[in-house]
């Protein structure tokens, strides 16, 4: 791995077009059985495989066994039932239907653990597998059971914690909880969201990263980011609380957004993940781009504290699309690697 500029993907990368239907969210599996399986894991190869060609340094799983990052946790434990839909409003953004919590939750099987085993079996590479985090989980859900946001959260703590140690010991190096919540539900952040995400990563000796962002490329998002004015300034809330925290990493995204990036001294000694790949855009950046977002960065993060990554995970793009923005992700930081360590000489 590079031990400047590593590059890696915040998670999700299209699925084939044989596998589910492409450029859609939650699109159904075209196979099921064992077939549904073979075809995951396949999908999951072929991921891996072009991260590495492409130069991405940590590979990811590309998301390609979950039909979406939140739900498909959600759906492998006990105490929430997927019969029993109610419709809320998530992140304060869209309506959706979602399952009901109705008695205690718990994790009786490992849920990504046979495949974390798999994507360690494809690469030499560091490898990266994301979560969802707590607050996350428990804002697309209908709480009938412990009518508390808080206790919930902290229960689906404990379970990511289960998780994330069988993860390690399958031997992913990087583990990544994905709280887009954490730019939203400012109070809860404060209250108890950072504290329930340190438990869901406590005692791990992998890696740990939180990536919060302004969500998928899809319309509701891209509504919501046009009421957010010339600044979005929604970092200030939790990168302090960040920063005292016990996460290693704090992944956001940066490219064409309004996040201004002196945003990013507010977790100065922490690693920063930064975006410099739009996923809400199927124009490819250029090499030159990904360097100068990079570049603008380094203002506010020691070099040595810099990952170069996309703005949130690349699912509803066009697969060649999102191919294109892996070699741009890893062109770019090599145009700056190259830029630094001659300037070091
Ligand atoms: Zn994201």
């Not at 991405?56 to 939140?70: A, C, L, P």
């Not at 919501?224 to 290693?248: C, H, M, N, V």
Request: net charge negative; hydrophobic share 40%; glycine share 6%.
């Amino acid at each position: 791995m590079h031990t400047l500029l590593p590059t890696s993907i915040v998670g999700s990368l299209p699925k084939p077009s044989w596998l589910s239907q492409p450029e859609t969210l939650w699109s159904p599996w075209k196979l099921d059985g064992d077939a549904l399986t073979e075809g995951t894991r396949d999908a999951l190869r072929i991921a891996a495989h072009e991260q590495s060609r492409r130069g991405i340094d940590v590979i990811s799983d590309g998301e390609q066994t979950r039909q979406h990052f939140v739900t498909t946790f959600i759906e492998h434990l006990s105490g929430v039932d997927f019969e029993n839909r109610e419709t809320v409003r998530i992140r304060n953004r869209y309506d959706a239907s979602v399952p009901t919590v109705v008695g205690t939750v718990s994790r009786e099987h490992p849920v990504f653990v046979a495949d974390a085993q798999f994507l360690r079996q494809q690469t030499d590479q560091p490898i990266k597998w994301a979560l969802p985090g707590p607050m996350t989980m428990i804002d697309t859900l209908s709480d009938q059971h412990y009518k508390s946001r808080e206790k919930l959260a902290f229960e689906f703590a404990r379970i990511l914690n289960q998780e994330a140690k069988e993860l390690e010991a399958a031997g992913v190096d990087v583990i990544q909880f994905d709280e887009p919540a954490f730019n939203v539900f400012f109070d809860d952040v404060k209250d108890w969201g950072v504290a329930a995400l340190e438990r869901a990563a406590e005692g791990l000796r992998a890696e740990t990263v939180v990536h919060i962002c302004y969500g998928y490329g899809i319309k509701a998002n891209t509504d919501w980011k046009a009421t957010l004015g010339s600044q979005w300034r929604q970092y200030e809330q939790s990168f302090p609380l960040l920063q005292r925290s016990s996460i290693d990493t704090i992944s956001l995204e940066s490219q064409n957004s309004h996040v201004p990036m002196d945003l990013i001294e507010l977790i100065r000694g922490k690693k920063v993940m930064l975006g410099a790949i739009d996923v809400a855009s199927d124009v490819v950046e250029t090499p030159q781009q990904v360097a100068d977002t990079l570049r603008r960065a380094l203002e506010f993060v020691d070099a040595d504290k810099l990952v170069a990554s996309t703005n949130c995970g690349m699912a509803p793009l066009r697969r060649d699309v999102a191919l294109g923005k892996l070699s741009a992700l890893s062109a770019g930081a090599a145009l700056l690697r190259d830029e630094l360590s001659s300037a070091a000489c």
